[in-house]
T-cell receptor, first 117, second 111 residues
């Protein structure tokens, strides 16, 4: 099956710093990638849709200047949490549909646990 | 916003028993999918059922879909300790590629 690699798996940072999370599709191309946020014992909340070569589409209530998304190639999307604060601490997960006619199944990265001190 | 509601929120059973989880949704869909998440990890796709299908099997998994009631169920037969995880249903709104996930069921299989 398709593999999505997400890095880092865990990051601890000081309040006010920025953190970049990478999401790579290793064996397929992904025109579109999705970024989710998940709090403990809760569901995934879609934050934004990352589109290769164009601006990301953010869900209602998600600050685009806070969560910067770049999708510069068909295999890489990055999420940068700018000026992180403790309330940004969460589990962030990326996912992607392989580009093509049978693109109904999402493949997920292993997630990044962000802890802001 | 999440459109899927799952019940129960948590389920604890003995190894070997069957586990049933339910999911309800609100809008018309093209398909419904079930995913599994081990603690602190990403999600893994289990099974997809299309809106014109009523039942689907994959190994020990059985999924049903009732579009008139906008509900689905996931049955895991002969459960194993390794089945302990959270299970999420996900739906695609017609015309949209993105998936919306339910609240999930935390399943614990006791050895």
């Amino acid at each position: 099956g398709a593999v999505v690699s997400q890095h880092p798996s865990r990051v601890i940072c000081k309040s006010g710093t920025s953190v970049k999370i990478e999401c790579r599709s290793l064996d397929f191309q992904a025109t579109t990638m999705f970024w989710y946020r998940q709090f403990p014992k809760q569901s995934l909340m879609l934050m934004a849709t990352s589109n290769e070569g164009s601006k990301a589409t953010y869900e209602q209530g998600v600050e685009k200047d806070k969560f910067l998304i770049n999708h510069a190639s068909l295999t890489l999307s990055t999420l940068t949490v700018t000026s992180a604060h403790p309330e940004d601490s969460s589990f962030y997960i990326c996912s992607a549909f392989p580009t093509g006619p049978t693109n109904e199944k999402l493949f997920f990265g292993s997630g990044t646990q962000l802890s802001v001190l | 916003s999440q459109q899927g509601e799952e019940d129960p929120q948590a389920l604890s059973i003995q190894e070997g028993e069957n586990a049933t989880m339910n999911c309800s949704y609100k809008t018309s869909i093209n398909n419904l999918q079930w995913y599994r998440q081990n603690s602190g990890r990403g999600l893994v796709h289990l099974i997809l059922i299309r809106s014109n299908e009523r039942e689907k099997h994959s190994g020990r998994l059985r999924v049903t879909l009732d579009t008139s009631k906008k509900s689905s169920s996931l049955l895991i037969t002969a459960s194993r300790a390794a089945d302990t995880a959270s299970y999420f249903c996900a739906t695609d709104r017609q015309g949209a590629q993105k998936l919306v996930f339910g609240q999930g069921t935390r399943l614990t299989i006791n050895p």
